[in-house]
């Protein structure tokens, strides 16, 4: 099977742009959980959708969202870009949570 | 909040040396995961045990669980440089909707040649 694709993998935007990551999980699996990684918080939890229902967020403020379509892709959005922004986006997809996740590449933001 | 919480936060070992690393949790959990981190990079899953699991195997991998003292340990054994990367454990707990799997902040593991 394919793994899981995250596309872009670096972008570069600057403060007040708005962005858009695309996911697409493993054939088969309809979870699909977001995070954010950095040097100086970790591994940070931003949402999880499954069957195109959000079903748990983490601690984010609302400029970012996200959705997932009919054929389990999911897309993240962050509108009006923070310097703080900047980090490595990680996609995970499982068959269900808890379950084992299996991450894709991450798509690196830098925003100036 | 996080659940899982890793020790020691960094580990520097000599290529050969075992290497032990811990993760204590606060709730109940229906698994715990170890998952390994190269720099910059996805994580990848290494090994999940389950609640009523008290120890596991996957290669040089042995995860032990103990559900009492709400804590894991994961060794890897005759260690190489290639184990050189941060590694995270999971919890996971399930409650429909609320099912979640909670990362802790990783440890730093060094394998020096």
């Known amino acids: 099977k394919a793994g899981v694709t995250q596309t872009p993998r670096y972008l570069i935007k600057t403060r007040g742009q708005q962005v858009t990551l695309s996911c697409s999980p493993i054939?088969?699996?309809?979870?699909v959980s977001w995070y954010q990684q950095t040097p100086g918080q970790g591994l940070q939890f931003l949402f999880e959708?499954?069957?195109?229902?959000?079903?748990n967020k983490g601690n984010f403020p609302g400029r970012f969202s996200g959705r997932q379509f009919s054929n389990s892709r999911s897309e993240m959005n962050v509108s009006t870009l923070e310097l703080g922004d900047s980090a490595l986006y990680l996609c995970?997809?499982?068959?269900?949570?808890?379950?084992?996740?299996?991450f894709g590449p991450g798509t690196r933001l830098l925003v100036l | 909040s996080q659940q899982g919480e890793e020790d020691p936060q960094a580990l520097s070992i000599q290529e050969g040396e075992n290497a032990t690393m811990n993760c204590s949790y606060k709730?109940?959990?229906?698994?715990l995961q170890w998952y390994r981190q190269n720099s910059g990079r996805g994580l990848v899953h290494l090994i999940l045990?389950?609640?009523?699991?008290r120890e596991k195997h996957s290669g040089r991998l042995r995860v032990t669980l103990d559900t009492s003292k709400k804590s894991s340990s994961l060794l890897i054994t005759a260690s190489r440089a290639a184990d050189t990367a941060s590694y995270f454990c999971?919890?996971?707990?399930?409650?429909?909707?609320?099912?979640?799997?909670?990362f802790g902040k990783g440890i730093t593991l060094s394998v020096r040649p």
């Open positions: 999971a919890t996971g707990s399930v409650g429909g909707a609320n099912s979640k799997l909670t």
């Open positions: 054939s088969g699996h309809r979870s």
């Open positions: 045990i389950r609640s009523n699991e």
């Open positions: 995970a997809s499982s068959v269900r949570v808890p379950e084992t996740q299996y």
């Open positions: 959708y499954f069957s195109e229902t959000q079903r």
């Open positions: 709730t109940s959990i229906n698994n």
